[in-house]
């Protein structure tokens, strides 16, 4: 109520990305306070053992995690632990730091809650992420790291930045994600061809299976396939060694929207998230569950209640990812999630 009432209408007066940065540091401020720390953590807290599940050798304490972009350099996961969370996944990182695209690049729809993006793959760089996630106190946060290209680097040299990624993480998250499905860095979807496709996840599982502890390779996709390219992500996941897939990442629709029609034109490009992907994300895991009984699937994109938490389960993914939602609904979001879900198990 407090959120919703207080805290969301006085956020909602700043830009997005301000709000975002301006909630996500004083968040992490408030929990360095012991006695405060203590009590938010205590108000956030729900665990039901029934909530628990096991991939890829990996205990994870609920289903909900938090989607990569909400914390690209790490810099608040142990923070956002505290929201309740059983995995997080930071990132997008790249090789090399970039500023990503001009300014004003994030943007709410109230009408739909949903958010248009066009980061571009900002953060600072792998090396950075990996000396943060070296100093971090909490080791038993379950972490992805999702990995990308940079913008100047060709797509004939897209392998040398996710191995150069992948490398330098390995040994400091659990599992990892390909994100070759967002739409705001140039050229970055032609990577989802069958061809360069297989090559890319080719080499980083040759690359894993190197290592003397293999760790999950999952594949991130976007919302936008036809059904002749999802048909080759049905190959792929059957013929290659991936050990799970998310689906999605944000749209480039604007389809079915409420928002003005000047609004978004004068908004222009970028990926839409939140609510308006609630059925297209879903009915995505649902085909892809459809076609393969057995590969891990998170579901992400438009879970915004309890119920669209519950629904995207029902429709095959093992975990959820949350992002929008959280930004619309506050909070206690994960906590209400949890309670929803451990009442229909």
Do not use: C
């Amino acid at each position: 109520m407090l959120y919703k009432y207080l805290l969301k209408p006085l956020l909602f007066l700043l830009d997005a990305e301000s709000a975002h940065q301006l909630t996500a540091k004083s968040f992490s401020i408030i929990l360095r306070i012991p006695i405060i720390s203590h009590l938010v953590k205590w108000s956030l807290s729900y665990h039901d053992k029934k909530l628990e599940t096991s991939l890829w050798g990996i205990n994870f304490p609920n289903r909900v995690g938090l989607a990569a972009g909400f914390d690209k350099d790490g810099k608040h996961f142990e923070a956002m632990s505290a929201l309740g969370f059983g995995f997080l996944e930071i990132g997008t990182v790249t090789p090399k730091p970039q500023e990503g695209n001009a300014k004003p690049r994030l943007f709410r729809l109230p009408e739909d809650e949903g958010l248009i993006n066009r980061m571009g793959f900002n953060n600072e760089g792998v090396e950075t992420l990996v000396n943060r996630l070296i100093k971090r106190k909490n080791k038993n946060i379950i972490i992805g790291g999702n990995i990308g290209k940079n913008k100047l680097t060709p797509n004939a040299n897209a392998i040398e930045d996710y191995h150069f990624a992948f490398e330098k993480l390995y040994d400091h998250v659990d599992y990892f994600v390909v994100n070759v499905s967002s739409p705001n860095t140039p050229g970055l979807r032609e990577l989802q061809g069958k061809e360069p496709l297989t090559k890319l996840l080719r080499h980083l599982i040759t690359l894993r299976d190197s290592k003397p502890l293999k760790k999950p390779v999952l594949l991130k996709i976007a919302p936008d396939l036809s059904d002749e390219q999802l048909e080759d992500i049905f190959d792929i996941l059957k013929n290659e060694q991936l050990d799970g897939v998310i689906a999605t990442n944000t749209t480039i629709s604007r389809d079915h929207l409420k928002t003005s029609t000047q609004t978004l034109n004068a908004i222009g490009n970028g990926g839409l998230s939140g609510k308006p992907l609630t059925r297209i994300s879903r009915n995505i895991v649902k085909k892809i569950r459809d076609n393969n009984s057995e590969i891990p699937i998170i579901g992400a994109g438009g879970i915004n209640s309890p119920e669209d938490a519950q629904k995207m389960i029902d429709s095959g993914a093992n975990l959820i990812q949350v992002y929008s939602g959280l930004i619309y609904q506050g909070p206690t979001f994960v906590k209400n999630i949890k309670k929803h879900l451990s009442k229909g198990i």
